[in-house]
């Protein structure tokens, strides 16, 4: 059985792991878009802050892949699943077939139309290379701009004010899609904040940026305000990474569509991860259950699931929110 799994999160890795331990002579392949060995992207932030190297957030669950002889091809991203054929296409013209195939991409952040006007005024923080790029921008810079709600909005402002930055944190109001973190314990960590010399502007939105001079920009907000700073970095919430699967076959709602098996309408085809809207047998309904253990429960469940493990996936609410990883959030903002 030849076993590809797309992204090399915590899904990924996982599902790679369990299918390899259901079956010893299995091709097990990932394939992903990154070109950094698997890394936890919880702790990010923390090399915004450079409290963390880049080489100290490994992801422990990368380790020792090739021992377990599961592949790993970096730098392929995938653009089209053609499920007639069993075959993914990537972006630099390759091909890989598949018995099994899983979708474990995660998300996008997204970005604000607001700021399309002004593309070179914003950073992403998502990926290892946007908490470096953030990081190094801020070396050069005095002012600091974080947009985004919850959880990632205050982690970025926390970061960047820890590097000594002069932070605003814009904070349009509560997660879409993820949990919010409950509204005692967000008051305290944004008193903190305030505390620490975060500016913090609560219900409002960016309405525009304008470039000054190519490393200055003027962040207009919904409520009038006009807030200098050098760069803006845009810590949103994650939309499902699918839009390769268009034409695929495989249903997409805002994530990839898969039953309580994980498994999507097409048969030999799972998602799992924050890319996947599962169904929840308990509730009835369909949901993205975003975070890092949901991810690696969702993951070994599909790789388990892929080589015949038809093991049913329940949701648990504190697989996402009361145990982030690493430290408890309230602990980290003391
Ligand atoms: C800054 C930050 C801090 C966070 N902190 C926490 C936290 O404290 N606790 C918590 O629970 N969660 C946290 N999260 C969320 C958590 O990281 C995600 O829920 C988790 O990583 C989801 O795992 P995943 O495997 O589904 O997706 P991801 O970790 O996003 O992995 C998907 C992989 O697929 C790759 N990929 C995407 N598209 C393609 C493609 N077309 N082809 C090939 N590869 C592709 C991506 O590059 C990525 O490597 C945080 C997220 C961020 C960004």
Known sequence: MRYLILGSGPAGIAAARAARQMEQDAEVVVTTEESAPPYLRPHL???VSGEKEAGAVADPQGNALAAERIEVRQGKRARRVDAARNRVTFSDGTEETYNFLLVAT???PIVPLALMGCPGSFLLLNS????????????????????GPGYLGIEAARALRTLGQQVTWVNPGLPRFGNPISGEIEAKITEKLRKNGVRIKEGTDIADALDLDGGTYNVLTTGGETIRCQMIVVATERLPAVGFLEGSGVKVGTGALVDEYLRTGVSNIYAAGDCAEVFDINRRESRINFGWRSAMKQG??????????????????????????????PERFK
């Open 45 to 47: 932030p923390d090399v």
């Open 106 to 108: 995660g998300g996008k």
């Open 128 to 147: 290892l290379g946007d908490a470096l790029r953030i990081r190094a921008r801020a070396m050069r810079s005095d002012a600091s701009l974080v947009y």
């Open 300 to 329: 070994q469940l599909a790789g388990e699931n892929m080589a015949g493990g038809n093991k049913l996936y329940i949701r648990n609410t504190e697989d996402y929110f009361g145990l982030l990883y690493g430290q408890p959030l």
